[in-house]
């Protein structure tokens, strides 16, 4: 791994903020190494300097770094903010909605399922530790004081999710759907009390 600041080490944090852009953009499938190259302004052999196995080591790294990112941001927002979980599933939901768009159906549905199969396991474990670990010990930290009843706390981390993931899946004008703030809200209220009256 080349050091910070060193003039391999600037090389590779351009490759991988470059990969990052465009993967988070189009997801794995929609990008090649071509066109990483093309953006970076290089020729494609030398990308595989710093990805010598290809594509998929690539986007893993690239994976890698951003969700320790968003891992390590998720976790100050949430010991900085009120106790109980509608203000910490604020918290999160506001998080999510101005962080770096993962697509999870996208990764889940597509980008995932192309790579390789370790390679598969390891990106799996990545998104579960950075993004569902943190919000299913928010549920479990809330059923240990009672606050909210005893259902699995990993179920509850999905669906709150892709409650959450939905928001971004359709470009509804505002003047329909209210800010997406208000709308990540009404999903949590929805998640915590139910739509019945």
Avoid at 89 to 111: C, E, G, T, Y
Avoid at 160 to 174: F, G, N
Wanted: glycine letters at 6%; charged letters at 20%.
């Amino acid at each position: 791994m080349p050091q910070p600041g060193t003039r391999v080490g600037m090389a590779r944090e351009r490759v991988l903020q470059v990969a990052e852009r465009l993967f988070m953009e189009r997801g794995y499938t929609g990008v090649s190494m071509r066109e990483i190259a093309d953006a970076l302004g290089i020729k494609q052999p030398a990308l595989y300097y710093h990805a010598p196995e290809g594509k998929h080591q690539l986007y893993l790294a690239v994976l890698e770094r951003a969700l320790e990112r968003h891992r390590a941001e998720l976790h100050t927002r949430i010991a900085a903010s009120d106790a109980d979980l509608r203000a910490q599933l604020r918290v999160v939901v506001r998080w999510l909605l101005h962080s770096v768009p993962f697509n999870m159906a996208r990764m889940a549905q597509i980008d995932i399922p192309a790579l390789p199969a370790a390679t598969a396991a390891t990106a799996s474990m990545l998104v579960w530790e950075a993004l569902y670990l943190p919000i299913a010990q928010l549920f479990a930290n809330a059923q240990a004081r009672h606050e909210i009843r005893a259902l699995d706390p990993t179920m509850l981390a999905g669906a709150a999710v892709a409650l959450i993931d939905s928001l971004r899946a359709y470009d509804v004008p505002e003047e329909y759907t209210g800010p997406p703030e208000l709308i990540g809200d009404q999903l949590i209220d929805m998640l915590l009390d139910g739509v019945l009256i």
